[in-house]
């Protein structure tokens, strides 16, 4: 229902996001989150955004073999201020197939640990999990955050932040598949 509306905005070239929780409920998920053992917890309220998608540092593909679709954060103004930085699962819809729901793991940041060109802004980056079409460059994308896995944070090197991206990969497949979050 949600991402048909913003795609019925879309095609009237309103980009558009829809507001973060409430402080008080974020403050619960990423509690109920350091309390499971799952390694995610579910969004009281999803998180969706649409906006198009630009080009990044291209860093996602090249340096650690996650290609990423980042959104434009100009197109997006301030709508990511409430939204508390780290790793989501979330469901993508892409302008060719806006009813067919990708299952992708989305981080939300200032990337700090490329100390050579963090950030001045928060983005976000999903990387659609089963995807291997071409890029979407100027295309629309629309993404739902439904489940909270991991604050953001700094790692000491690639092949720390490599390995944890692939965990954050399986993480949020596990948090997809489960059936609980939609």
Not at 68 to 81: E, F, I, M, Q, Y
């Amino acid at each position: 229902m949600v991402m048909a509306l913003l795609q019925a905005l879309a095609l009237l070239g309103i980009t558009t996001a829809l507001r973060p929780p409430p402080a008080s409920q974020r403050h619960r998920h990423v509690a109920a989150h350091a309390a499971s053992g799952d390694g995610w917890s579910a969004l009281e309220r999803s998180f969706c955004v649409r906006g198009p998608v630009a080009r990044g540092y291209g860093r996602g593909g090249k340096t650690l073999g996650v290609p990423t679709a980042n959104l434009d954060s100009d197109a997006l103004g301030d709508v990511l201020g409430g939204l508390d930085a780290g790793v989501y699962a979330a469901y993508c819809a892409t302008a060719a197939a806006p009813d067919a729901l990708e299952p992708a793991v989305v981080n939300v940041g200032y990337a700090p640990t490329f100390e050579d060109a963090p950030n001045p802004v928060k983005i976000v980056e999903a990387h659609l999990l089963d995807y291997a079409g071409a890029d979407f460059y100027g295309e629309a994308l629309s993404l739902a955050l439904v489940a909270f896995q991991r604050p953001e944070m700094k790692f000491g090197g690639l092949d720390e932040l490599k390995a944890q991206i692939a965990a954050d990969c399986a993480t949020a497949r596990e948090a997809l598949a489960d059936g609980t979050v939609a």
